[in-house]
């Protein structure tokens, strides 16, 4: 009976370890982060998405910008890092958490904010906007 009881642990010699390129591994990190939102942890939602991980290997590099959203990551990281094991089929993977107080979070705050950045990205918004005599109201 006590030898029923024990869980069994697969040999790591059975588990995957496919190989997975970086777009793979943020569609699943974003798809999770959309999960967990969905379930009302919008803290951790945000959480995973303040930056892009960087993938190098099968070590995942996430940087965040204090010490208390590492915690707070950290408290979760197991559930994630189970996600990306089970949908990209590779047990290997490895999430490392760096701590940069330095880093600027870009977020736009009013429409002109908004504007400006997408006129990085495409600067024929501003042919569109003067064609059409858009206006940016707040």
């Known amino acids: 009976?006590?030898?029923s009881t024990?869980?069994?642990?697969?040999?790591?010699?059975?588990l995957p370890t496919e190989e997975f390129?970086?777009?793979?591994?943020?569609?699943?990190?974003?798809k999770y982060a959309e999960r967990l939102g969905q379930k009302g942890l919008k803290i951790m939602e945000s959480i995973l998405?303040?930056?892009?991980?960087?993938?190098n290997g099968t070590r995942i590099t996430y940087e965040l910008p204090n010490e208390g959203s590492?915690?707070?990551?950290?408290?979760q990281m197991f559930?994630?890092?189970?996600?990306?094991?089970?949908?990209?089929?590779?047990h290997d993977i490895t999430?490392?958490?760096?701590?940069?107080?330095?880093?600027?979070?870009?977020?736009?705050?009013n429409n002109q904010d908004r504007y400006n950045r997408f006129l990085e990205i495409n600067p024929n918004i501003e042919l569109l906007r003067s064609t059409f005599g858009l206006d940016l109201k707040d």
Request: hydrophobic content about 35%; overall charge negative; cysteine-free.
């Open 79 to 90: 559930g994630l890092l189970g996600h990306l094991k089970g949908h990209l089929h590779n």
């Open 95 to 109: 999430i490392e958490v760096i701590v940069n107080e330095q880093a600027e979070t870009k977020r736009t705050y």
């Open 1 to 3: 009976m006590e030898a």
């Open 6 to 14: 024990k869980s069994y642990v697969k040999p790591s010699s059975v």
């Open 70 to 75: 590492k915690l707070e990551f950290e408290s």
């Open 21 to 30: 390129n970086e777009t793979d591994m943020r569609l699943h990190w974003n």
């Open 49 to 55: 998405l303040i930056n892009d991980p960087v993938l």
